[in-house]
Antibody, heavy 118, light 113 residues
Framework: QVQLQESGPGLVKPSETVSLTCTVS????????WTWIRQPPGEALEWIGY???????NYRASLRSRVTMSVDTSNSQVSLKLTSVTAADTAVYYC????????????WGRGALVTVSS | DIVMTQSPDSLAVSLGERATINCKSS????????????IAWYQRKPGQPPRLLIS???ARESGVPDRFSGSGFGTDFALTISSLQAEDVAVYYC?????????FGRGTTLEIK
């Protein structure tokens, strides 16, 4: 069955750029929208945005100036890039699959912790 | 942004008893385009990623036990577990997908009494 696995650097310094990858295995990356969500320590889940393989994106307004999402169909990977990070970006980052083109998240990865610290 | 307010924050229920988690949205989630409520419920067990339980307020996902049910309309929704099992210990979240940003409740921790 389809599985998602996030990967990232773990620790990033303030003002740097963090890049996360979600590897999709067991299914087609081109058939779904893919969503990134994060959860800061002790906080609620926060929707970051979604991307389709053809480049269609929809980002959270408050992050729009710093976020880029893309799909690499050849490597079956979804990527998230977040620039100019601060401590407020410390969170577990999840990728998830959108069900049937809707914003219902029917499959999630286990998440990748990103800590922003000098 | 639509605010999703879950209650209670935590809940302890005896095995075999009913558990109900509530979620109130700050805006109406019913859309006349398809006569559905744009709300989903997720379960997250320790060490596991979230699992979709219910979408469209009451549509149970394939493989989800029928003791889980969703209800509600407009701004007030509930997730009910009719007979709590030990494996239901988890944090439960509601999420609206009526408009972006798609927002989540803060979660309800369900434990065994």
């Amino acid at each position: 069955q389809v599985q998602l696995q996030e990967s990232g650097p773990g620790l990033v310094k303030p003002s740097e750029t963090v890049s996360l990858t979600c590897t999709v295995s067991g299914g087609s990356i081109s058939s779904s929208y893919w969503t990134w969500i994060r959860q800061p320590p002790g906080e609620a889940l926060e929707w970051i945005g979604y991307v389709f393989y053809d480049g269609i994106t929809n980002y959270r307004a408050s992050l729009r100036s710093r976020v880029t999402m893309s799909v690499d169909t050849s490597n079956s990977q979804v990527s998230l890039k977040l620039t100019s990070v601060t401590a407020a970006d410390t969170a577990v980052y999840y990728c998830a699959r959108n069900k049937e083109g809707m914003n219902i998240l029917d499959l999630w990865g286990r998440g990748a912790l990103v800590t922003v610290s000098s | 942004d639509i605010v999703m307010t879950q209650s209670p924050d935590s809940l302890a229920v005896s095995l075999g008893e009913r558990a109900t988690i509530n979620c109130k949205s700050s805006q109406n989630l019913f859309h006349r385009s398809n006569n559905k409520n744009f709300i989903a419920w997720y379960q997250r067990k320790p060490g596991q990623p979230p699992r979709l339980l219910i979408s469209w307020a009451s549509a149970r996902e394939s493989g989800v036990p029928d003791r889980f049910s969703g209800s509600g309309f407009g701004t007030d929704f509930a997730l009910t577990i009719s007979s709590l099992q030990a494996e239901d210990v988890a944090v439960y979240y509601c999420q609206q997908y009526y408009n972006t940003p798609h927002t989540f409740g803060r979660g309800t921790t369900l434990e065994i009494k």
